[in-house]
């Protein structure tokens, strides 16, 4: 009996987990499939203008028009960033708009330089008035679409808003745009950046991998009860 006891006590906590698991993995679809969801519905609206960010997350991954300038000595350039397999680098630039707000503004990917001592060629920017035809990027949204298997802490887009900040010793709005166009074609990015593959991803095949793993315990336990219970007959 003790035997029984303990191996139901510990099927029992691996059942619980198991449903845990799946719980988690199917509460990440749901997020990510509305999230894509939003994408499809927003790509298609109407173009805003700036006083329609009062509620960004409700703007999400609209396109907008804005009215404003670059700053040319506030550019980073994002490591890590690839082209149909070609390594190369994201250029982003601050844009203060007519209103006196600053925007971080991804201008699109070029490609490295043929050695690491060699800067990319990017297409230069003045701080003469232009108007640019954007799509609206919220952090945090991003990285919910993004998403991983494994939640990391600290691993969210918002970050991404305050490091460039950081670098640049300044504050700016809590959205940034990708650059699709200008009214002048110079500025138009050779590479614009794209929306993100609208995929809900493996978590709901990973939820129910947890489901089945919880039927796999149950049918254990009564494996070793089965088990257990023929012993005893035999002792008796």
Known sequence: MKRIFGATLLALIFFALCLQGARWQYDRHEVRHSKNELIHENIKKPVINELSLVSPDEVAWRTIQIKGYFMPDKEILVR??????????????????????????????????????????????????????????????ESQISGTVFAVPGNNGSSKLARWDEENSLTSEPVYFDLISANRTALNPDVPTMLPELSDGPHLAYSVQWVLFAGMVLFGLYLVIREERKVQAEKA
């Open 80 to 141: 890590n960033r690839y082209h149909e397999g070609q390594y190369g680098f994201g250029v982003v630039t601050l844009f203060e708009s007519s209103s006196g707000k600053r925007y971080w503004i991804d201008r699109g990917w070029v490609i490295a330089g043929p050695d690491a001592q060699t800067p990319p060629k990017v297409k230069p920017v003045d701080s003469q008035e232009v108007v640019i035809t954007a799509r609206v990027r919220v952090a945090d949204i």
